[in-house]
Structure formats: structure tokens, C-alpha cells
């Protein structure tokens, strides 16, 4: 395992440079340039428009060397592998505060960020627990699998949000399923007893960030081994759904610019490791 992190680590540091200028050469732009809300609130149509002219292989030969042709259960474990031995960054939940100030910035406004679900533009300092205030969402609900907000799956900011606090507090720990009344805060989402249904702009960005978990934490570092499933009745069994579900919203919300700079400055400045859905939504579909 020593002898595997080491040459992988090695491997990345020596061609991350090349991959990050792959980026910006097949994109014909900078390779941190953002989107702005209204790209990230756009149709999926816009979004399959802005992913095609970024590169997406960029990494192929070096961070997912080990993972490419592969698919099913090997391919999932390969790329645990691999998202598990590169996170050498791993923040407090109080570090996370300023972590999402950084990757969920609004492009138009450095002094903002843009909000999960509701795609508002709020200022920076409104963090704290007011209805008004923005606070820090799991979007794997930490319940589920009772992880807390330890060091680990509780502050992995891979699928921590800023959220308005009234719509995350409506959000719960429910599951994903479509469906339900509109909530007011935040027009096109959706709830009911038992489930949630994120606007259509942040649907592929939801089931990315569940899917990402799954990979991640299987089991092996102490804590719970999470994994979808197609229920909405959870409660705090280590599980989330429904998958049937997830898997159209990645389909219908493919990454878009936005996202795929989060992404990147997750990897550049914090924990070091991808979320591979984001760079090869395909995978979706090869593991599940």
C-alpha cells in the first residue's frame, strides 16, 4: 500500500502540470477559468456545450492511469484506490469554512459565493446558523452512516455546499428521489416526508458528489461503508438513493464549467484528489 501511494503520488507530481495544461490548451482557455451562476443554472443542453470543449483526458496518463479500461467492480476499486491514497489534505470542519468561501466563489464576485439548490449569489461572511446566514450542507447527509463531522467523510469538501440555512434545514437528511411540493427558498426544488429534489441546474452535481462517497469511503479507514441504493427510507443505515435516480440527474446535468473548477481547486489547493465523475461522467453508468 506504502510502496503503491508513494509511486502514484510521485507520478502525479511529475505530470499534473502537463494535465493542467492540456486543459487550458484543448479548451482554448485558462485551465481555473469558472463559469458564471447563470452557465451553472443553465439548460443541460448548455451544459453538454461548455463540457465538450474542455479536455477531460487531461489526467488519463497520470492520475487515472490505473483505472482507465477498466469497468464494473474493478473499476470502482481502482478508483478508490486512487481517490483514497491522493487525499494527503484533509481539513477540520472548521477549515471548512473557509475551504467553500474558495471553491464555491462566484465567478462574477469574488466577495460571494453561490449557493447550493437555491444557485443565490450570497455574501462570503453570511456563514453562521441565522435563517438568512448560509451554512455547510452534507450533501451525504452525515446521518446516514453516523459519521459525524470528524475529520473524514464529515469534512470531505467533495460534497460539502454552501446551502442557504432555512433550505438546508428543509433538505434534512433525506434521501434523492423526484417529487413533491416546491420549496419557497428556493423555486425548483422539490420535498416530501422522505425525499429531496435539488433545481435541474444542480441535479448531475448531487448525484456526482453521492457517488464520489460511495467510491471513497468503502469501509477500509475507520469509517462507514457508504453506498447507494434505490430507497428513500434510509434513516442512518450507511446508504442513500435512489441510485435509479442519481444516474438520470448525471445524465441530464452533465458537468458543467462551474463544477469542474471546484473540482479542480479541490485538487490544487486542499485535499489533492478528484472527484472522477466530474472528469468522466461515463463512469457512472460502468459501475452502476
Same mark, same amino acid.
Given at each position: 500500500?506504502?510502496?503503491?501511494?508513494?509511486?502514484?503520488?510521485?507520478?502525479?507530481?511529475?505530470?499534473?502540470?502537463a494535465?493542467?495544461?492540456?486543459?487550458?490548451?484543448?479548451?482554448?482557455?485558462?485551465a481555473?477559468?469558472?463559469?458564471?451562476?447563470?452557465?451553472?443554472a443553465?439548460?443541460?443542453?448548455?451544459?453538454?456545450g461548455?463540457?465538450?470543449?474542455?479536455?477531460?483526458?487531461?489526467?488519463d496518463?497520470?492520475?487515472?492511469?490505473?483505472?482507465?479500461?477498466k469497468?464494473?467492480?474493478?473499476?470502482?476499486?481502482?478508483?478508490?484506490?486512487?481517490?483514497?491514497?491522493?487525499q494527503?489534505?484533509k481539513?477540520?470542519?472548521?477549515?471548512?469554512?473557509?475551504?467553500?468561501?474558495?471553491?464555491?466563489?462566484?465567478?462574477?464576485?469574488?466577495?460571494n459565493?453561490?449557493?447550493?439548490?437555491?444557485?443565490? !449569489?450570497?455574501? +462570503?461572511?453570511?456563514?453562521?446558523? &441565522? *435563517?438568512? %446566514?448560509?451554512?455547510?450542507? @452534507?450533501?451525504?447527509?452525515?446521518?446516514?452512516?453516523?459519521?459525524?463531522?470528524?475529520?473524514?467523510?464529515?469534512?470531505?469538501?467533495?460534497?460539502?455546499?454552501?446551502?442557504?440555512?432555512?433550505?438546508?434545514?428543509?433538505?434534512?437528511?433525506?434521501?434523492?428521489?423526484?417529487g413533491?411540493?416546491?420549496?419557497?427558498?428556493?423555486?425548483?426544488?422539490?420535498?416530501?416526508?422522505?425525499?429531496?429534489?435539488?433545481?435541474?441546474?444542480?441535479?448531475?452535481?448531487?448525484?456526482?458528489?453521492?457517488?464520489y462517497?460511495?467510491?471513497?469511503?468503502?469501509?477500509?479507514?475507520?469509517?462507514?461503508?457508504?453506498e447507494?441504493?434505490?430507497?428513500?427510507?434510509?434513516?442512518?443505515?450507511?446508504?442513500?438513493?435512489?441510485? !435509479?435516480?442519481? +444516474?438520470?440527474?448525471?445524465?441530464? &446535468? *452533465?458537468? %458543467?464549467?462551474?463544477?469542474? @473548477?471546484?473540482?479542480?481547486?479541490?485538487?490544487?489547493?486542499?485535499?489533492?484528489?478528484?472527484?472522477?465523475?466530474?472528469?468522466?461522467?461515463?463512469?457512472?453508468?460502468?459501475?452502476?
Amino acid at each position: 500500500m506504502d510502496n503503491f501511494r508513494v509511486t502514484r503520488r510521485g507520478r502525479i507530481a511529475l505530470t499534473v502540470a502537463a494535465g493542467t495544461v492540456l486543459v487550458a490548451v484543448g479548451a482554448q482557455i485558462p485551465a481555473m477559468a469558472t463559469a458564471t451562476p447563470a452557465d451553472h443554472a443553465g439548460s443541460g443542453a448548455t451544459a453538454v456545450g461548455q463540457r465538450s470543449s474542455i479536455s477531460v483526458g487531461a489526467y488519463d496518463d497520470s492520475y487515472y492511469e490505473d483505472a482507465i479500461g477498466k469497468t464494473g467492480q474493478d473499476l470502482k476499486d481502482s478508483l478508490h484506490q486512487i481517490i483514497s491514497s491522493t487525499q494527503t489534505g484533509k481539513l477540520t470542519y472548521d477549515q471548512v469554512w473557509d475551504a467553500l468561501k474558495d471553491t464555491d466563489e462566484d465567478p462574477k464576485n469574488s466577495a460571494n459565493v453561490i449557493l447550493l439548490y437555491s444557485g443565490t !449569489s450570497q455574501s +462570503k461572511n453570511s456563514n453562521g446558523g &441565522d *435563517p438568512d %446566514d448560509w451554512n455547510r450542507e @452534507h450533501v451525504w447527509a452525515k446521518s446516514h452512516g453516523d459519521f459525524g463531522t470528524a475529520t473524514g467523510p464529515g469534512t470531505d469538501i467533495h460534497h460539502l455546499r454552501p446551502t442557504d440555512v432555512s433550505v438546508n434545514s428543509t433538505r434534512g437528511n433525506k434521501d434523492f428521489d423526484k417529487g413533491g411540493t416546491e420549496v419557497g427558498e428556493a423555486p425548483g426544488n422539490y420535498t416530501d416526508d422522505d425525499s429531496f429534489e435539488p433545481r435541474d441546474a444542480d441535479k448531475g452535481d448531487v448525484a456526482r458528489m453521492i457517488l464520489y462517497m460511495a467510491v471513497r469511503y468503502d469501509g477500509d479507514d475507520g469509517f462507514p461503508d457508504l453506498e447507494p441504493n434505490n430507497s428513500v427510507d434510509n434513516g442512518s443505515k450507511p446508504n442513500i438513493g435512489r441510485i !435509479s435516480v442519481l +444516474k438520470q440527474w448525471s445524465q441530464q &446535468d *452533465p458537468p %458543467d464549467t462551474f463544477e469542474q @473548477h471546484r473540482n479542480q481547486v479541490i485538487f490544487d489547493k486542499y485535499q489533492h484528489n478528484r472527484n472522477p465523475f466530474i472528469d468522466h461522467p461515463e463512469w457512472v453508468n460502468e459501475i452502476w
